[in-house]
C-alpha cells in the first residue's frame, strides 16, 4: 500500500462541506466533538475517533464547538468489512496516533528514503486496523476462551494476570475495555469475583476442618490478609462473620446457600 496524502488539520473547523474522493481516507478526530454525515448516515465523533471512508462515498463533518482532525488516503486499502464504513477508537496508549504522527513526520522530511518508510508505516496502521477489526468481530470467541482461562486459574496463586493479558497480543488497554464492554468489569474485578465465590464454597463445605489461611490458599491468595480484605470488600463481611452466618443458619441447605447472595 501506499499513503497518497496524509495531513494534520492546525485550524478549527465547524463545519467541512460535502465531498468525495477516489480512494480510502482515515479520519483521526483530533480535538472537539461533532458529527460525520457518511453516506447519508450519521457517526459522532470525539478526540480519538477513527473513521475509514470507502471511496467515492459522499461525506461532511459538523461541530457547533468546532473540531480538528487528520487524515490519511491510501491508492490501495484492502476493505475491512466489504465497502463498508468502518469505526474504530484509539486506545489508551494512542497507537493509532502515534503511527500516523510518524508517518506525517517522516513524509515532512523530505529524506530519500522518506517515502517507503512512511509507506512502511502506513502498512502498520492498516495491520493495527486489522487487529482491532477482529477483536471486534470476535469479542466473544475472545473473552469466553479469557474466561476459561482465569476460571482454570482460579487456585493458582502463582498466576500472573498482566502476563495473561499479554498473551492475547492485545495492548493492555485495549483488551481491558473490550472485556468490561463484554462483562461489565474489569478483568481483576472479575477475576477477584471468581476467586471469592470459590472460598465461599469452600467455606460452605469445609469451615469446620479448613482454616481461613487454608482456605485463602485453595482461592489463589498467598496472603491471608490480603484475601480477607478483598472478601470484605466483594461480599461486605469479613471471612468470620461469613463462617458465623453460615454455622448459625444449619436450616439452610448447601445448595441454598450457595445461591444466597451474600453481599
Request: aromatic share 14%.
Amino acid at each position: 500500500m501506499q499513503i497518497l496524502f496524509i495531513n494534520r488539520a492546525v485550524q478549527t473547523f465547524h463545519h467541512f462541506p460535502e465531498h468525495e474522493h477516489p480512494y480510502w481516507e482515515i479520519l483521526l478526530t483530533t480535538a472537539g466533538t461533532g458529527y460525520q454525515m457518511v453516506g447519508g448516515k450519521k457517526y459522532p465523533f470525539s478526540p480519538g475517533k477513527i473513521i475509514c471512508i470507502p471511496p467515492h462515498t459522499i461525506h461532511s463533518s459538523h461541530s457547533d464547538g468546532g473540531f480538528s482532525d487528520a487524515c490519511i488516503m491510501y491508492d490501495d486499502f484492502p476493505p475491512l468489512n466489504g465497502n463498508k464504513v468502518v469505526e474504530f477508537q484509539d486506545d489508551q496508549d494512542r497507537h493509532f496516533t502515534y503511527l500516523f504522527d510518524f508517518a506525517l513526520e517522516t513524509i515532512q522530511k523530505n529524506s530519500p528514503n522518506a517515502r517507503p518508510l512512511a509507506n512502511a508505516i502506513g502498512d502498520s496502521i492498516y495491520e493495527l486496523l486489522v487487529s482491532w477489526h477482529d477483536v471486534q468481530n470476535g469479542n466473544d470467541s475472545l473473552i469466553d476462551d479469557f474466561k476459561k482461562t482465569l476460571i482454570q486459574n482460579v487456585g493458582n496463586s502463582d498466576f500472573n494476570l498482566s502476563d495473561a493479558i499479554d498473551r492475547t497480543g492485545f495492548c493492555k488497554g485495549y483488551f481491558r475495555r473490550i472485556f468490561k464492554e463484554n462483562t461489565w468489569e474489569a478483568p481483576v474485578q472479575y477475576f477477584n469475583h471468581l476467586r471469592i465465590e470459590y472460598a465461599k464454597r469452600q467455606f460452605q463445605q469445609y469451615s469446620k476442618v479448613l482454616t481461613v489461611k487454608q482456605i485463602a490458599a485453595c482461592a489463589g491468595f498467598k496472603d491471608p490478609y490480603h484475601f480477607s480484605k478483598v472478601f470484605k470488600k466483594y461480599t461486605g463481611t469479613s471471612p468470620s462473620e461469613y463462617i458465623s452466618y453460615i454455622e448459625n443458619t444449619p436450616q439452610q441447605t448447601a445448595e441454598a446457600i450457595e445461591k444466597y447472595d451474600y453481599r
